[in-house]
């Protein structure tokens, strides 16, 4: 088996290593209903995506350590200062001048609330979320904006208060290391590599 392509910056440039491409052999495309004439070719591709996160990463970067981050506008001349956001946003959609990182940890374990909800029994592709999903959307005190993420235990109820929940242990530096449970959940029912 070939190794993943794996990433990191140097004198702010990519290095990279491993493969990033796996090509796999062509296979015929056949007209059962004429003698299997040949119609054409798959062309199987795996790509490994560079995805960069720019200004975001610190988010990411801090569910793993279980922070969750928002920011805040402190722009003095901005009619919008003081505003927080969660998810996240670099910059400020008002001024766009650049946001505070403020940690939202403790107001999201004492204020987070579920706003509206959605079940999913289906996914999109190349989703590993367990189904059926429970989509929350999420309210904390004095946040300007609802954040979506996912439940993992209980079920989902308007104005259910919901705490954080992080994957701490072999973290995968996306926001799928966020999830939620009902306040009052004990830690041993927590997902495997999660904790408050
Ligand atoms: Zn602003």
Redesign the pocket.
């Known amino acids: 088996m070939s190794m993943f392509g794996q990433v990191y910056v140097k004198d702010n440039k990519y290095k990279l290593k491993g493969d990033f491409h796996h090509l796999t052999p062509n296979t015929p495309i056949r007209n059962a209903d004429d003698g299997w004439k040949l119609l054409g070719v798959t062309n199987p591709r795996d790509m490994t995506y560079i995805h960069s996160y720019g200004g975001e990463a610190i988010f990411f970067e801090s569910l793993s350590q279980g922070k969750l981050l928002a920011t805040r ?1 402190d ?1 003095a001349g ?1 009619d ?2 003081g ?1 927080i956001y969660i998810p996240f946003r670099v910059h ?1 959609p ?4 650049k946001n505070t990182l403020i940690d939202l940890t403790d107001i999201a374990k004492k204020s987070a609330k579920i706003h509206t909800f959605m079940v999913c029994e289906r996914s999109g592709a190349f989703n590993i979320l367990d189904k059926p999903i429970k989509f929350i959307n999420i309210e904390f005190d004095g946040v300007a904006t609802i954040l979506m993420s996912y439940l993992s235990l209980g079920e989902p109820k308007f104005a259910m208060r919901v705490v954080p929940i992080f994957k701490t242990n072999s973290p995968t530096f996306t926001i799928l290391d966020l999830s939620w449970v009902p306040e009052g959940t004990k830690e041993d029912a927590l997902p495997e590599g999660f904790s408050f």
């Open positions: 506008c722009n901005c919008t200062k505003t400020c008002d001024c766009l001048g």
